[in-house]
């Protein structure tokens, strides 16, 4: 069982920037690709960014390509998102998930463990 702990959410007015983390209670650096997905009020979970094991190759939404960046830490089993020109559009409440899969999919279905949520809020 893989436990996932978000943190980092919060408020910022447009423009700003936030660091999320999604901390591990295993090893993930060789064993799953790790993502990012984000659900707005009333819409599907959407992927946001995937990082594969092993080599760290990263992966993005469209929407958010050129501002958001997924990196990890293997020794502190953390993956982080951090998240520079926000915008309004950001808000969502972002999840972390991990997948047995090598390379990250943009379909939740994939994901076997997922955290809680950290709530992330976009207004001026």
């Known amino acids: 069982q893989v436990q996932l702990v978000e943190s980092g959410g919060g408020s910022v007015q447009p423009g700003g920037s936030l660091r999320l983390s999604c901390a591990a209670s295993?090893?993930?650096?060789?064993?799953?690709?790790m993502a990012w997905f984000r659900q707005a009020p009333g819409k599907e979970r959407d992927f946001v960014a995937g990082?594969?094991?092993?080599?760290?190759?990263?992966f993005y939404a469209d929407s958010v390509k050129g501002r958001f960046t997924i990196s990890r830490d293997n020794a502190k089993n953390t993956v982080y998102l951090q998240m520079n020109t926000l915008k309004p559009e950001d808000t969502a409440l972002y999840y972390c998930?991990?997948?047995?899969?090598?390379?990250?999919?943009?379909?939740?279905?994939?994901?076997?463990?997922w955290g809680q949520g950290t709530q992330v809020t976009v207004s001026s």
């Open positions: 295993v090893s993930t650096s060789s064993t799953f690709a």
């Open positions: 998930a991990a997948s047995a899969q090598a390379v990250p999919t943009r379909t939740t279905y994939a994901y076997a463990y």
């Open positions: 990082i594969t094991r092993s080599l760290g190759t990263t």
